[in-house]
């Protein structure tokens, strides 16, 4: 079992970066795939980014890629997201999410992942 802590939201001007962290508690942490979504008001949750476990494969959704990164630490037990050239459509809430035995094609499915964080809110706004 694992439990997940967000942080980093904020309140930052298109064209702006951003960086979330995730703290991972529990055992076995390299052994976990990490996924990011986010969620805005009125939307669907949206995959973000995924990173597997152990070699650290990662995978972006359509609308980030070029712009997001995803990385882990298996020494800190974090995975973090830098936002770079950041637009107001990239408001919302930011989750992270852990699961294991996950395939390539079911990464950006969220009921594919067991553990979620409480989330951290980033405003993109001028």
């Known amino acids: 079992q694992v439990q997940l802590a967000e942080s980093g939201g904020a309140l930052v001007r298109p064209g702006g970066s951003l960086r979330l962290s995730c703290a991972a508690s529990?055992?076995?942490?390299?052994?976990?795939?990490f996924g990011w979504f986010r969620q805005a008001p009125g939307n669907e949750r949206e995959f973000v980014a995924s990173?597997?476990?152990?070699?650290?494969?990662?995978v972006y959704g359509d609308s980030v890629k070029g712009r997001f990164t995803i990385t882990r630490d298996n020494a800190k037990n974090t995975v973090a997201l830098q936002m770079n050239s950041l637009k107001t459509d990239d408001t919302a809430v930011y989750y992270c999410?852990?699961?294991?035995?996950?395939?390539?094609?079911?990464?950006?499915?969220?009921?594919?992942?067991?553990?979620w964080g409480q989330g951290t809110q980033v405003t993109v706004s001028s």
């Open positions: 999410a852990a699961g294991m035995g996950l395939i390539t094609s079911t990464l950006h499915v969220g009921s594919a992942y067991n553990y």
């Open positions: 990173i597997k476990r152990y070699g650290g494969a990662t």
């Open positions: 529990g055992d076995n942490f390299r052994a976990y795939t």
